[in-house]
Nanobody, 118 residues
Framework: QVQLVESGGGLVQPGGSLTLSCVASGFTFSHYAMSWHRQAPGKEREFVAAIGSLGRVTNYADAAEGRFAISRDNARNSVYLQMNSLKPDDAGMYYC???????????WGEGTQVLVTS
């Protein structure tokens, strides 16, 4: 059974930091590219950051570039998102996604909530 379980969300003040984690099971994690996406209330889900299966290639949305860092640990079947200098616009539900070779399979987690407010 495939599972992606996110954690690490919470309430943080503007300028603060959070690290999100996503633990995967039920598939060969090291074969999958991983990404983080977020969805604010009333808005569409949007891409935040991605990392290749071996962790050598990363890609960021403009809004995340320079403030967020995605990483993975294939030995722990985990992907992380370090978020710094958080802004109110960063608030939302954050989801991790696994994308298999060729893009034929995709799995999503249930999300973890991030709130940025003073």
């Amino acid at each position: 059974q495939v599972q992606l379980v996110e954690s690490g969300g919470g309430l943080v003040q503007p300028g603060g930091s959070l690290t999100l984690s996503c633990v995967a099971s039920g598939f060969t994690f090291s074969h999958y590219a991983m990404s983080w996406h977020r969805q604010a209330p009333g808005k569409e889900r949007e891409f935040v950051a991605a990392i290749g299966s071996l962790g050598r290639v990363t890609n960021y949305a403009d809004a995340a570039e320079g403030r967020f860092a995605i990483s993975r640990d294939n030995a722990r079947n985990s992907v992380y998102l370090q978020m710094n200098s958080l802004k109110p616009d960063d608030a939302g539900m954050y989801y991790c996604k696994a994308r298999g070779p060729g893009g034929h399979k995709e799995f999503w987690g249930e999300g973890t909530q991030v709130l940025v407010t003073s």
